[in-house]
């Protein structure tokens, strides 16, 4: 995965103020503040009468993006309202205060507000067969980049490994193995990670080899067609990416998670496999999709089985987005 940098920053601008791109930009569900204290709004505007006074860590769930999800700015700080509830209680924050309840990163990440007071965790490799989850703990370490042209901070952990992403979330999760990659990735593991049309990918929990008991292997799987136009690019129509179970005696159930993946109008949808495992501690898989839903950059996307709703296999609970080189 990529560390962001000015340009992540210039790429999330272009991203918030483009309305096409508002569109496509996911918001998380689950919310936590992250402020000392937040006004909870009878209307989108700071002008709002204040309904509540909200404290650090406080607990909120979406009801929908205000005004479409428009971009604007409040004491030159940019961002969006956003309608919530809490508690009994439904009104409007302003997005720079908050952050999701599950949060993806990488070891020096770029940070420009304080950092979430959440549990934070690592994935580590563990041997050449397994991942491990690990508690850790972080800091923002001041640095000067050449690129900024001054000081900025990044994210720091208190190992002496390199994880391979790092999650911060509201829940309390349990350390030790979470997969069987390791050394791995899918990409090795099937010759290919990517989930171009045709593509079946099997994706399991992991478990200890004395570990008897049988766990569901689940698989992601794409269809679509792939053709020549007249300029001779090659043109992919009517993807879709389906999670499902299979069943070799029956009709297999199939998710449609094409709508989590779908690119812009006139791209083809470029999307790929990067991790899997159980970091909810459920015994079925979660798994990190990689998408490329704007020319200017791509996403890994956070799909956990916990948070499956009825029909589901997986739900998405956050996002990352990172640049192209």
């Avoid at 979470?178 to 290919?192: E, F, H, T």
């Avoid at 593509?199 to 067609?225: F, H, K, N």
């Avoid at 015994?283 to 998408?291: E, F, N």
Wanted: with cysteine; glycine share 8%.
């Amino acid at each position: 995965m990529k560390t962001p940098t000015l340009a992540f920053f210039l790429l999330l601008h272009f991203l918030t103020t483009n309305p096409l791109h508002a569109q496509l930009h996911f918001f998380p569900e689950e919310i936590i503040v992250n402020a000392s204290t937040l006004n909870l709004r009878d209307k989108p505007d700071k002008s709002g009468k204040v309904v509540e006074k909200l404290s650090r860590g406080a607990a909120l769930s979406l009801v929908e993006l205000a005004n479409g999800g428009e971009y604007v700015e409040v004491d030159s700080i940019a961002g969006y309202w956003v309608k919530v509830q809490y508690k009994n209680k439904t009104g409007y924050v302003f997005s720079h205060y908050l952050t999701g309840a599950w949060n993806l990163y990488q070891e020096s990440d770029v940070f420009d507000r304080p950092l979430p007071q959440l549990n934070w965790y690592g994935v580590y490799i563990r041997d050449s067969f397994a991942d491990e989850l690990r508690k850790i703990e972080v800091r923002l370490e001041e640095e000067y980049m050449d690129f900024f042209g001054q000081n900025v901070n990044l994210l720091k952990t208190n190992q002496k490994e390199k994880s391979k992403f790092i999650v911060a979330t509201s829940a309390a999760l349990k350390p030790g193995l979470v997969s069987n990659l390791g050394v791995y990735d899918p990409g090795a593991l099937y010759m290919s990670s990517e989930l171009s049309p045709g593509a079946m990918i099997p994706i399991q929990p992991g478990q200890e080899m004395s570990d008897t008991i049988p766990v569901d292997t689940r698989y992601l799987a794409a269809t679509g067609c792939a053709q020549f136009e007249d300029s001779d690019f090659v043109k992919i129509s009517g993807y879709r990416l389906y999670a499902m179970e299979f069943q070799p005696n029956g009709p297999s159930p199939k998710q449609d998670i094409t709508g989590w993946v779908q690119p812009e109008e006139g791209l083809n949808p470029a999307v790929s496999l990067v991790w899997f495992g159980d970091l909810d501690g459920d015994r079925k898989p979660d798994a990190i999709i990689q998408d490329a839903p704007f020319e200017s950059g791509a996403r890994m996307s956070l799909f956990l089985s916990s948070k499956a709703r009825n029909g589901q296999f997986l739900h998405k609970v956050c996002e990352y987005f990172y640049p192209y080189d």
